[in-house]
């Protein structure tokens, strides 16, 4: 069933039946670009403000919205409009802050072979589509949308796969990019089945916002393809409850019978989604769906995003509001992406508030402070990296030899370091 509103738009189009509508490839064809388009498919016209910069704007991000996106937009209060501020550009995007950078995550020095970033030991993220239906304001990798708006060749993905093939640590594989839905079924499957020829590759993740702004891509078709290639994890990104619509909850549903498990990455985003009411109505109904929210984004500190950045301490609030009120599964991990590529850092209120040498004192949701008594005799495991001699029991073909490194490393007992120093430590270059 369409919307009144969806109705006039198709009509708009091109006057035709409901089916077209619901064809991902009518849909891809039909992105909003331009901004005649926009005001007559919407049936507005755009204050002055808005249409002023908007060819400026768009030749630097350029704009992109599907019908069915775009029908998602509610025009009598357009300037606060989550749908509509998510899509549609303004000039706030070309204000580059002095702490704006263009690559703030670093991703093109992770990068061994083009379109692959290997940043954390065990997992490595495929850049296996350059483009998306819908082009997101918030977009983490702005700098590179509708850059080249092609897909990456085979041979490029074929290079990727290949440094994961002679890479044994890599156990887990996210496909990301762009959209990694917006590729043929059939070549997404020549990806995975290649993938999945490698024996040390565990899992493997797909990011994809279509179920969001495209749900029709979710097509029967392609949902027996991917049953073909489990285990495999779907990440979405939904960022505010209007979002999830009945053609979305259908894609969703179709997803999880399908038994894919799913999660949900959003950003935290001013004007837009930085209430704690909001992030509570978002997270229920996401589990209500059977999609577990994963991460809440810190905005990244990309060109052309101050506008949509909050405080971290928006971020800790919402996780207060979240942690103890509301069931467990429905947190998600709020995280901040460490500029320069440190990775994801999580951040959440404090729950620990002081300790002696057998109790430590909480807090709890509602404010109560409790002690628990730590144990009067705990015998510790001493761990010499030697399991053969250990009472725990961890067979030995699957130890895990990764060196411990970081924090575990100064907590380990099987390694001395006893201190981590930062290169260009002006005390230990005095010692020479
Ligand atoms: C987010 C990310 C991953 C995956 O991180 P998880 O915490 O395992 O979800 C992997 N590689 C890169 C470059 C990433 O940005």
Not at 330 to 358: E, F, H, R
Not at 412 to 428: C, F, G, M, Q, S
Request: charge should be neutral; aromatic fraction near 8%.
């Amino acid at each position: 069933m369409l919307s009144p509103q969806q109705k006039n738009i198709l009509g708009e189009i091109d006057g035709s039946s409901v089916s077209k509508w619901n064809d991902w490839r009518w849909q891809l064809k039909h992105c909003i670009k331009d901004l005649d388009t926009f005001e007559t498919l919407l049936n507005i016209e755009l204050p002055e403000q808005l249409r002023k910069n908007f060819r400026a704007i768009i030749e630097k991000f350029p704009m992109s919205i599907t019908p069915y996106y775009l029908s998602l937009i509610k025009t009598d209060d357009l300037e606060n409009d989550p749908v509509f501020k998510q899509s549609f550009p303004v000039i706030n995007e070309l204000h580059v802050g002095k702490n704006d950078m263009a690559d703030p995550l670093h991703e093109d020095k992770d990068s061994p072979v083009p379109g692959l970033m290997h940043r954390y030991p065990d997992r490595a993220l495929l850049l296996v589509s350059n483009t998306c239906s819908m082009y997101c304001r918030h977009c983490t990798r702005k700098r590179r949308v509708g850059d080249r708006d092609t897909i990456p060749g085979r041979d490029q993905i074929m290079a990727g796969i290949e440094y994961i093939r002679k890479t044994p640590q890599i156990r887990d594989v996210l496909l990301s990019g762009g959209d990694p839905f917006l590729l043929s079924t059939s070549y997404l499957d020549w990806i995975l089945t290649e993938l999945q020829t490698i024996e040390h590759v565990e899992v493997i993740r797909i990011g994809t916002r279509t179920p969001v702004v495209m749900p029709s891509r979710i097509t029967d078709n392609l949902v027996e393809m991917l049953k073909k290639h489990q285990p495999l994890w779907i990440n979405t990104h939904f960022n505010h409850p209007r979002e999830l619509t009945a053609s979305s909850r259908q894609a969703l549903k179709k997803l999880a019978d399908a038994g894919i498990p799913l999660g949900n990455q959003s950003v935290l985003l001013a004007g837009i989604n930085d209430c704690p009411r909001i992030m509570r109505s978002l997270v229920h109904k996401l589990v209500a769906n059977r999609v577990r929210p994963y991460y809440l984004y810190q905005c990244d500190l990309s060109e052309g995003l101050s506008h949509f950045r909050t405080p971290v301490g928006k971020g800790i609030e919402i996780l207060e509001s979240l942690i103890g009120h509301t069931s467990g599964f429905c947190v998600p991990t709020y995280v901040i992406d460490a500029p320069g590529g440190g990775g994801k850092i999580p951040v959440m209120p404090t729950y620990l508030i002081s300790w002696s040498t057998n109790k430590v004192i909480l807090r709890n949701y509602e404010g109560v402070i409790t002690t628990y008594k730590e144990p009067d005799s705990y015998e510790p495991t001493f761990c010499e990296r030697d399991c053969e001699k250990c009472d725990l029991q961890l067979s030995l073909e699957d130890a895990d030899e990764t060196k411990s490194m970081g924090i575990a490393r100064l907590l380990a007992d099987y390694n001395d370091t006893i201190a981590l120093v930062p290169e260009n430590n002006t005390r230990h270059e005095r010692r020479g």
